[in-house]
Structures are given as C-alpha cells and as structure tokens.
C-alpha cells in the first residue's frame, strides 16, 4: 500500500480536517502593562507563560496590571476555557490546559491563545488530542525560535493543525478509556516519584560516613573539635576512638584561578583545561565539556589536580556549596576555577572518599556558614577550611568505603529501575494517544453520525458570529488526571 493511501484511510465515521474546522473562534491575548508582582486577589493579573504547563493551570502565576491603567475585561479568563501557550519553551509551547477553578479578573496575555470549540466537540477529547504525538509533531516542526530558547507558533500555523475528527459519540468513549489509562499511568508515576524521593534520602543517609557509628549521649564519645567561628550545629556524637579535626588539619586547601579576559587572547601563555561548577557534581565529575583557560605556567603547574584531590564546590546555587567529589587523573594537566576548592589530603589521614562523602551529606553545614549575594552563594576558603571532619581510625577505614560503595551500588540499581518505569511510562502515555486520534483504541459504532456533518453545523455556527455565547455555556467535565507531554 503507498504512503499516500494510508494517509487517505480513515475508520468509519471519521473526517480529516485542521484545528479551524472545530473551532468557532481562537481569541489571541493581549499585551498588558504590568508590574513585577504577583496580583492581588481584588486586583487584574495578567496570566504568565509559566502558568500554562501540561494539564496544570496555576492561577497565582501573574503580574499584577498598575492601578489605574486601561485593561479590557474582554480578555478575561473563565473556568472552563481552554489555553495554549504560543510562546514558550520547546517543551510547552502549545502545551493544552483546560482552566479549573479560576480566581475573578485574570487576564489572557499576548502568549496565550484561547480556543473556543463547537458544540459538536467534546472539550475533553479536543484537550487530549492537542497533546497527542501527532499534533505534538506538527506543533515541533512549526514553531519557530532556536531549539533551547523560546519557541513560538502563529495563531494561524495552530489553526493549520492537520487532525482526524472521529464523531461526538466516539470521541466521548475514546476520552472515556484515554482517563482511565491516564489515571492508572499517573498513581504508577506517584509512586515512582516517591521511591525517586525515597531513593535520594537513603543514598544521602547510607553514604555518611558516621552512619551507623553514632553513640548515645551517656556513652563515652570522642571529643568535639575546638570552636572555631563557624557555625558548627549538632555534630553526631562518634565513638571514642574517632577524632574530630577541622578540614585544614587534615588536608592542604586551595583555591582556583579566577578567568582574566585579557589573558584569554595572549597566544603565549599555555592553554590548559580547567574544571567549573557545571563538572563539580555531588558525588561524580561530570566530564563532557571541559572549557580551556590561559594562565601562567607557574600557576598552571601549582594548580594541575592530582588523583586523590577532593573538589568542593565554592559558589553557586546555595545547594551547591560544599559538593562534589573526587578527581582520579581523567584528563591531564587539568586545573580549576576560582569557585571551586581543592583539598589535597596529607599523610593518608583520611579517605578522600571519606571526605567527600562526609562533606556531600553536610549541606545544612554549609547552607549556614555560606552567604548569599543577589543572584549567587558562596562560602569563603577560611570558612570552609574550618569545615569539621570527622576521622575514623585507620583500620577502620578501608571497611567503611566498602560498605558505603556496596550499598550505593544496590542504590544505583533500584535508581535504574525506577529510571526505566519512567521510561516505559512515557512510551505508554504516547501509545495510548496515538491509538486513540488513529482509530485504533476503541471500536466504531455504525449509528454513530458521520463527523463530517457536524464540522458542517459548527461551520454554520462559526459563520453565524455566535463566539460569545459560545464561550459561556456550561462546560463539559473536565479530566482530573495530570497530562504530560507525549515526548513526541
């Protein structure tokens, strides 16, 4: 059979058409004046992009309209409307909501487009179909802008939208089985979610390195480092045999090269690589782009990492500070940047898996002892060389990281799982749409009236100029369940 006809088959009672054949109207925002705050519940708001994501329509993302400036109420939301966002990230652009309960006086922005269907369509099926992959595919290849920045689609490249159309009554039991399927894949995606949750709390607790060491307060505990003005909170009370040092007892601390722009365009000066935040993760080194920088070979000698140095995290977000993990040689010569600390321990004292393990789960530690500027955390290098370390004895040392790695491995396997069930959800959330807008989900029925008869009445009501009260008839119930992106 050729491409061509399987494009013209169709199952029994279904027409092909555009978005425009069941639509009576599709009303474009407006742009508002607005302040930089959210609005008052008395006060006109104007809808923001973000508020608009798959199947989620947050009323309380706006910004407020100045007292006193023109609006007009025309542009007014109501529960039941349907939205799309015209502007928006690759993976929301044209993402479908159906508005819910809906705070009074919110208003529709010039990035969101209102869809007002006929009374022959279901509006549940036509929320559905808009995230269907097909439409998804459409919506992709049509929006304009770079791939990772914001992307937007003409009113009339949506009206274009090439969609089957089967009957009402059909489209009734498709969106029938579409929520129950929706409903079950969305309580497996909450559980899947909790274990996620789940998952990183255990792996924070098992990779302490005091996990399961920590003695009560009428047992005989080793002694607390000397104060020395950070803000230490409540260390675990370890065994006897346990010290407690600060970083700077136990490790050589430094900072890294700040980027000088001008250096940058010396030829003369060697070209080395250099590790930012971005390659600092909790617990691994993400490698995968590694930026060049030009320093001085002195500074570049002193600053080449060595296997074994712990890299801390400096500045950043404030769950940044503090983590990271260790470099074992994977590129030679490399360096780091001022926001990142090494810490190079002397004398085999400790473990530098230790260390870094110990330092990851101490985020409270470093959440109090940072400081925040407008935009960016940081910690400075006296602060964080006082950082309390907490040194098992020597013997015991060796046995602790065995432990710690086998348990994260059993970790990483069940994160693997739950990795692959997301996987498999979206695939099945995909699956499900993609037989329901083909034909393919539930059986035809040959009483049903042929759509092609009401894409003609709602032509004739669309020519008859009934938009408004079209817009304020009772709605037809809406779904409950979260829609996602298809992943098309």
Known sequence: MSKNAIKKSLPHGWTRGRLRDVLITIEAGKSFTCEPRQAEEYEWGVIKVSAMTWGTFRADENKAVPAGKPYDSKYEIHSGDILISRANTREYV???????????????????????????????????????????????????????????????????APIDIPPLAEQQRIVDVIEDGLSRLDAAQRSIDQCSIRLRNLRDRVSNPTFGYTVSADADAADFPAPAGTIDLDLPRLPRDWRWLRLNDVAQVHGGVTKDSKKQNDP????????????????WLNLDQVS?????????IALTLHPGDVLMNEGGDRNKLGRGWIWEGQIPGVIHQNHVFRARVRDAEIAPKLLSWYANSSGRWFDQNGKQSVNLASISLSKIKNFPLPIPPKAEQQRIVDRIEDNLSVLDNVASLTTRSLVRSASLRRALLSRAFTGRLVPQDSHDEHASLALARIAVERDAGTTKPARRRSVQRARTTTQQEPNA
């Not at 590790?275 to 600092?280: D, F, K």
């Open 292 to 300: 060049m920088i030009r320093v001085p070979e002195k500074k570049a």
């Open 94 to 160: 044209g993402a479908p909501v159906l508005v819910g309960k809906c705070r009074p006086r919110l208003l529709l922005s010039d990035k969101s487009l209102r869809l007002i269907p006929g009374k022959e369509i279901d509006h549940r099926w036509l929320l559905h179909m808009l995230a269907s992959p097909q439409v998804r595919h459409y919506i992709s290849d049509t929006a304009t802008g770079t791939k990772d920045s914001m992307r937007n689609i003409s009113q009339q490249a949506l009206l274009n």
């Open 268 to 283: 003369a000066l060697p070209e080395v690589p250099y590790l930012r935040v971005a390659n600092v993760q909790r617990g």
